[in-house]
Nanobody, 128 residues
Framework: QVQLAESGGGLVQPGGSLRLSCTVS????????IGWFRQAPGKEREGVSC????????YYVDSVKGRFTLSSDNAKNSVYLQMNRLKPEDTAVYYC?????????????????????WGEGTQVTVSS
């Protein structure tokens, strides 16, 4: 059974930092690419960051470039999202999702167009 479990969310003041973790079980990071998504109240879900499956690039949505960093630890089967200089507009539920590395690629991101497995999300609230 495939499971993705997010952790690390919470309440932080503007300018602060959080590190989100996505622990994956049932599949390995060799076969699946993990991306981070977020959904704010009243807004559509958006892709935040993912590791391209076609080259060595990492996609970041424009609004987080220079502030968020995606990393992974294959030995722990985990992917992380380091979020620095957080802003109130970063407030959202953050999800990680897994798409097979051989899946059709979204040309905008270089990452799987569809993700087969999703976590339940972790709330990030940036507020003073």
């Amino acid at each position: 059974q495939v499971q993705l479990a997010e952790s690390g969310g919470g309440l932080v003041q503007p300018g602060g930092s959080l590190r989100l973790s996505c622990t994956v079980s049932g599949v390995t990071l060799d076969d699946y690419a993990i991306g981070w998504f977020r959904q704010a109240p009243g807004k559509e879900r958006e892709g935040v960051s993912c590791k391209s499956t076609i080259d060595d690039s990492t996609y970041y949505v424009d609004s987080v470039k220079g502030r968020f960093t995606l990393s992974s630890d294959n030995a722990k089967n985990s992917v992380y999202l380091q979020m620095n200089r957080l802003k109130p507009e970063d407030t959202a539920v953050y999800y990680c999702a897994a798409g097979h590395v051989d899946a059709v690629v979204d040309v905008t991101t270089g990452c799987p167009y569809e993700n087969e497995f999703w976590g339940e999300g972790t709330q990030v609230t940036v507020s003073s």
